[in-house]
């Protein structure tokens, strides 16, 4: 028998007063841990400290080229995993205490450089290697800084248009690798220099920014960061 439209309308309204009526399907939500997109990803665990877009902030900015170029992927890999002991760069990977997977790891890894590197903007420029080669020397350095970074930061690093550069609790929470790498990089969200800025048509060469970073790690309150 054919059921009239009327009633069927009718037993739907009833059914729905008897609290029978299907509840709206939630969109499924994925776990922390099967997140794989970039941009939530480095949103929630990077630009708190390497700004949005990767333009810099308390930490530096992950967009400069010259990083991008110095810095390969095991580098940023390796950093984002383990973090850097004795500075404000936390572990993210879960392995080291941090909560990401090493897959997520991989993606900000992937994304940072698909984004952000432009190879050809730094193709003819000599840079500095990322490790230094062998150590620097402290003397030789603190007449590299003279040269290179007093108009800036003082004839002694403690300030000047830039401020100290040799402020104990700056120098307990930054590591040597990090001081070096700014020097090459350069930190353009706050007006510092790459290696070639300082001083013009003299680029610093790696001896002279190893140098300096020696004579940096000489003015580091003992205990501080290595």
């Known amino acids: 028998m054919k059921i009239p439209a009327v009633l069927l309308a009718a037993m739907a309204t009833s059914a729905g007063a008897c609290g029978l009526r299907t509840a709206p399907v939630e969109p499924a939500m ?23 877009d990767g333009q810099g902030g308390a930490a530096i900015s992950l967009s400069n080229p010259f990083y991008l170029a110095i810095a390969d992927d ?5 950093i984002a995993s383990d973090g850097v002991p004795g500075t ?5 990977a879960k392995r080291s205490g941090g909560l990401l997977t090493d897959k997520q ?8 450089r698909t984004r952000w590197a ?10 500095p290697p990322y490790i230094a080669r062998s150590p620097g020397d402290p003397k030789r350095g603190e007449a590299a800084f003279t040269l290179y970074c007093a ?5 002694e690093g403690s300030g000047g248009s830039a401020g100290s550069i040799v402020n104990g609790s700056y120098l307990a929470l930054v590591s040597d690798q990090s001081l070096r790498t700014t020097i090459i990089a350069g930190r353009r969200d706050v007006g510092h220099p790459d290696w070639r800025g300082d001083v013009p048509g003299k680029p610093m060469s790696p001896e002279d920014v190893s140098d300096v970073v020696a004579w940096l790690a000489a003015q580091r309150p003992q205990g501080g960061s290595q």
């Open 151 to 155: 108009s800036c930061h003082g004839a």
């Open 88 to 92: 404000s760069m936390p572990a993210f």
């Open 105 to 112: 790891i991989e993606v900000i890894t992937r994304g940072i």
């Open 74 to 78: 095991a580098t940023i890999t390796r």
């Open 118 to 127: 432009r190879p050809d903007s730094v193709r003819d420029a000599q840079l």
């Open 30 to 52: 994925l776990a922390p841990s099967n997140v794989m997109d970039f941009n939530v990803l480095y949103a929630k665990n990077c630009s708190g400290c390497h700004g949005v």
